[in-house]
């Protein structure tokens, strides 16, 4: 039989990983000429990002594939919490973008990497979607700003047997934006809303009293 572990991030089953309650991020800095460019704002980008790392980490399991912009601020904010990055967050890379990773992806031992499809970048990003919407179960999907991949996120999220509860914050702009306005069940107030923790701790039913969890790691982690 399976070995099942029940601790703070959740459910797992060794081999076969259900990870109750994780929480999907989708963000980026929308790039000149790219989806979303014209209505983002890269400093509220920055600071939704911080707010959700600063709700989740260590309370919730935190999965994403990495962005060049996103991925050192998951990193400061982890080491001013005191918490071990590896035990946290969970990145999913392409070797697609193999050349462009940030440097701080050398500095924890947590990164699954999903192999290139034929040199297409469109088919290898797909790929390494589909394998972390497959090793996760995805409790909450938030996303906060954003080109077209988070679209492409957001319509595969959809399309899981199971969807997530989709969190899209509008003020920074971005595609994360067109995705609330296509959302239905979000409050029409959160659409200036720059309280940005306020918001996460409501919206994912944390606790500001809730512990931060800095013993467990995932067992049985893809590579």
């Known amino acids: 039989m399976d070995e099942i572990i029940i601790g703070w991030l959740g459910l797992y089953r060794l081999g076969q990983r259900i990870v109750m309650g994780a929480v999907f991020l989708s963000a980026s800095v929308p790039l000149p000429g790219r989806q979303g460019y014209e209505t983002a704002d890269p400093f509220l980008i920055r600071e939704a990002v911080s707010a959700l790392v600063e709700v989740v980490l260590g309370r919730r399991l935190l ?18 919490l005191e918490i071990e990055y590896s035990h946290a967050v969970c990145l999913f890379q392409s070797r697609f973008f193999e050349d462009q990773y940030p440097e701080d992806n050398q500095r924890f031992n947590n990164v699954t990497y999903i192999d290139a499809v034929n040199d297409n970048r469109n088919d290898s990003l797909y790929l390494m979607r589909q394998r972390l919407f497959s090793a996760y179960e995805i409790e909450a999907a938030v996303f906060i700003g954003g080109m077209e991949g988070v679209w492409d996120e957001y319509e595969m999220l959809l399309d899981l047997e199971s969807a997530p509860k989709i969190i899209a ?3 920074p702009g971005g595609v994360a934006r067109e995705i609330f306005r296509a959302t239905e069940g979000l409050p029409g107030s959160l659409e200036h809303e720059i309280d940005f923790s306020t918001w996460f701790y ?7 009293t809730d512990e931060r969890s800095n013993r467990n790691r995932v067992p049985g982690q893809a590579r």
């Open 202 to 208: 409501h919206l994912l039913k944390i606790s500001t």
């Open 63 to 80: 999965v994403w594939g990495g962005h060049p912009a996103i991925t050192p601020m998951i990193w400061a904010a982890a080491e001013r």
């Open 169 to 171: 914050i509008p003020s």
